[in-house]
């Protein structure tokens, strides 16, 4: 009986594992699109990564493609993207980038991330405090 509850355990977390590593994949794979969708000045497509409440409050891909333009420069031109760490807070998951601009510069953003029923969407994106360089 010990052996069988121990074998359930360890299947429950190597599937628990495998969802969380599904679930990072797609993630990622979301807003490296909508990076993607950026550098091509694909607004239209880059919007359509957007959550449900980002799609209300912009309107249109235009006004969306403004926004990004004026206030997140680095995603929209970026010249180095790298994935850290993926948390889950409550119903939303937050995944950090490190974005290095065209000038070398990089930039700390967390990305809210929500599961729909149209896959992962972006919920908004939150600039950190910039990374330490050098001593």
Same mark, same amino acid.
């Given at each position: ?13 190597? &599937? ?8 990072? &994949? ?24 957007? &959550?449900? $409440? ?68 972006? $919920? ?12």
């Amino acid at each position: 009986m010990r052996r069988l509850l121990l074998g359930a355990l360890a299947a429950t977390l190597i &599937s628990g594992a495998a969802l969380a590593q599904d679930a990072r &994949s797609a993630i990622t794979d979301t807003i490296q699109s909508q990076i993607d969708a950026f550098l091509a000045d694909d607004f239209e497509t880059a919007f359509s990564f957007a &959550s449900p $409440n980002i799609k209300r409050i912009f309107g249109d891909s235009d006004r969306f493609g403004t926004m990004v333009r004026q206030g997140y420069p680095m995603v929209w031109r970026p010249a180095e993207v790298r994935y850290l760490e993926l948390e889950q807070m409550g119903a939303f998951q937050l995944q950090k980038v490190l974005v290095t601009d065209a000038d070398g510069v990089p930039h700390l953003l967390e990305y809210q991330m929500i599961d729909t029923s149209d896959g992962w969407q972006i $919920n908004g994106v939150r600039i950190l405090e910039a990374p330490q360089i050098g001593a």
